[in-house]
Nanobody, 122 residues
Framework: QVQLVGSGGGLVQPGGSLRLSCAAA????????MAWFRQAPGKEREFVAA????????WHSDAVRGRFTISRDNTKNTLYLQMNSLRPEDTAVYYC???????????????WGPGTQVTVSS
């Protein structure tokens, strides 16, 4: 099993930056593909980015490509999401997730963090 705890969310002005972290408890972090999803009020959970277990391949949604970067440090059991050029439409609760294979659907991930709020507003 993997326990996930996200952090780094907050309030930021449009055009600003934030870095989300997701700390994993457990000795098998490096075995899992990891991903970030987000969910805005009244909307479905949306894929943001994913990364293979060894970090060798990454994927970003069209909505965030070029602005957000997913990465991981398996020596620290931590997943990151660097978010630049933030927009009001990026406002959502951001969730980290772990699963056996990388994918874009929430159903492909087994373990979820509790979520961290990101609000982009002036």
């Amino acid at each position: 099993q993997v326990q996930l705890v996200g952090s780094g969310g907050g309030l930021v002005q449009p055009g600003g930056s934030l870095r989300l972290s997701c700390a994993a408890a457990g000795r098998t972090f490096s075995s899992y593909a990891m991903a970030w999803f987000r969910q805005a009020p009244g909307k479905e959970r949306e894929f943001v980015a994913a990364i293979r277990n060894n970090g060798g391949m990454v994927w970003h949604s069209d909505a965030v490509r070029g602005r957000f970067t997913i990465s991981r440090d398996n020596t620290k059991n931590t997943l990151y999401l660097q978010m630049n050029s933030l927009r009001p439409e990026d406002t959502a609760v951001y969730y980290c997730a772990a699963g056996p294979i990388v994918g874009r659907s929430p159903s492909e991930y087994v373990y979820w963090g509790p979520g961290t709020q990101v609000t982009v507003s002036s």
